[in-house]
């Protein structure tokens, strides 16, 4: 372990932990490599301000975690396989691949522009498939799963621990999973690991015929693909914990002999419209691509984290003026220290530390950043305003704010690229694999989004460089 991360463990991490019900201190398996996988995007539409919130939620805990640990893999995936994908490719006449894409290049647009970086690794379900079909040919092997008319099927009373996450009643579970009674199941809360696709829908090769895999399976396989048979941190909204998380864990324990699956499961509550509920149906749905067009992505992700992530959170025509009066406090305090040079080493106070360390507690977190606010606007000794300007900075930095100049925050210009710089790197990183895999498509895909994004690179013999357009 490096010494850095040895001084910073010395301070203890509590998460609430669904599987056990109660607030958990955080013991990775590896201190030198902290697992953690959030389910992502379904990209078949635009992502709205609910899905934003486990985004920004996740998003600041892999900040925290890389605060204490000198090695953190946080991967949040692309489902790009979906009947709903099908349904939408087929009404258009284009392949899977061009809805995937696109929204999936929307989806990271929007949510960096709310100041989230991209994941260490972003997996895609249909670049997954073998390992998928390895996985269920394991747990058939092992009397976990069966074949039936084309389909593959878990049976859930083979795993006595089955609803160990969500703890609902069998009966409620068998309701709960909302499926159809098909003639070919044994159990009815057995549930579909892979079906049949028709010639007109996109499917691979499998020893049970052409089809294409279920939405849990997925999840599965690609954890233990890119993190491992056992991971630290399990995350995602609360509504997956039933059947998604129930499902993933049963299919992963079973396939990996019983080993456990996630160490930690943490789970955002939701947001809702005016106390209501966002849907389609009642007309309140807001999409965060239409939301940016309106309040700056920081306002948005700052109302986003005032609220603790495990309670709901209601949004309302109050939040974002809200969020934009707090910011103006907190770039007013950092605009009247323009000239003061930011002091060198940590300075993240303690207290607002212990808040975010103590199951992410953002408004207490918050609270303090204000008071730090506070003191530099009071302060005179040119000492004294350069520790609170770094404890400012680095300590929006760990949530997400507060990266801009002050100046252009006033002058309503938040930058012209709303990706920052570590996420701009991964993207050239990114780019440079697929033209070192000779895969050009996806190079100039790449660069074609950084453009979108205001992001201009240029290739030269050290290497490429970025810069912002504009
Ligand atoms: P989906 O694309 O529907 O699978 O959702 C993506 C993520 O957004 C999941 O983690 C969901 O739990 C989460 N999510 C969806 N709706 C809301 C909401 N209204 N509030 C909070 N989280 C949500
Ligand atoms: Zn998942």
Redesign the pocket.
């Known amino acids: 372990m490096t010494e850095t991360s040895s001084q910073k463990l010395t301070k203890t991490l509590t998460l609430y932990n669904t599987l056990t019900r109660h607030k958990d201190v955080f013991q990775p398996i590896d201190p030198d490599r902290v697992t953690m996988y959030v389910?992502g995007?379904?990209v078949y539409n635009h992502a709205?301000i609910?899905?934003a919130?486990?985004a920004v939620i996740f998003d600041m805990l892999a900040r925290v975690l890389r605060h204490l640990y000198p090695n953190v893999v946080y991967a949040r995936n692309i489902t790009d396989i979906e009947d709903k994908i099908i349904e939408m490719a087929a009404q258009e006449g284009v392949e899977i691949s061009v809805i995937t894409e696109r929204y999936a290049d929307i989806y990271r647009a929007d949510m960096g522009a709310l100041g989230v970086n991209l994941p260490d690794i972003e997996p895609k379900a249909t670049e997954t498939i073998p390992e998928m079909i390895a996985m269920m040919e394991r747990l058939i092997e092992a009397d976990h799963a069966y074949e039936a008319e084309g389909h593959v099927l878990f049976n859930v009373p083979s795993f006595p621990d089955y609803g160990q996450l969500s703890r609902r009643p069998m009966d409620e579970m068998v309701a709960g999973a909302r499926v159809e009674v098909a003639p070919y199941k044994k159990d009815p809360a057995d549930f579909v690991l892979w079906k049949p696709s028709s010639d007109e829908q996109p499917g691979w090769d499998s020893p049970w015929g052409r089809g294409r895999p279920g939405w849990h399976i997925e999840c599965s396989a690609m954890i233990e693909k890119h993190l491992g048979d056992t991971i630290d941190i399990h995350g995602?909204?609360?509504?997956?914990q039933f059947p998604h998380h129930e499902n993933e864990l049963a299919q992963s324990r079973c396939s990996h002999e019983g080993a456990p699956f996630a160490n930690y499961w943490l789970h955002?509550?939701?947001?809702?419209m005016n106390s209501e509920k966002?849907s389609k149906s009642l007309g309140n749905v807001l999409l965060v691509h239409d939301l940016i067009e309106q309040a700056p992505g920081e306002a948005i992700r700052l109302a986003l984290l005032n609220g603790h992530y495990r309670q709901p959170l209601d949004w309302n025509d109050d939040v974002l003026p809200q969020a934009k009066a707090q910011l103006d406090r907190l770039y007013g305090a950092l605009r009247q220290l323009e000239d003061v040079e930011t002091a060198d080493g940590d300075h993240v106070p303690d207290a607002f530390l212990d808040a975010l360390l103590d199951d992410l507690n953002t408004p207490k977190a918050l609270a303090e950043l204000f008071q730090l606010a506070k003191l530099a606007n009071q302060a005179s000794d040119p000492g004294e305003k350069a520790k609170l300007k770094a404890a400012l900075l680095q300590s929006g930095f760990l949530i997400g704010l507060l990266q801009q100049d002050a100046n252009q925050w006033f002058e309503g210009a938040d930058g012209s690229s709303d990706l920052d710089a570590e996420a701009i790197e991964a993207q050239i990183e990114a780019r440079n694999a697929a033209r070192a895999a000779k895969d050009f498509a996806e190079a100039d895909r790449i660069r074609d989004a950084l453009a979108e994004a205001g992001v201009l690179i240029e290739d030269g013999p050290e290497g490429t460089k970025w810069k912002l357009a504009g």
Do not use: A
């Open positions: 389910c995007p379904t709205h609910g899905n919130r486990p995602g909204g609360i509504d997956l955002n509550g939701f947001l809702n966002m």
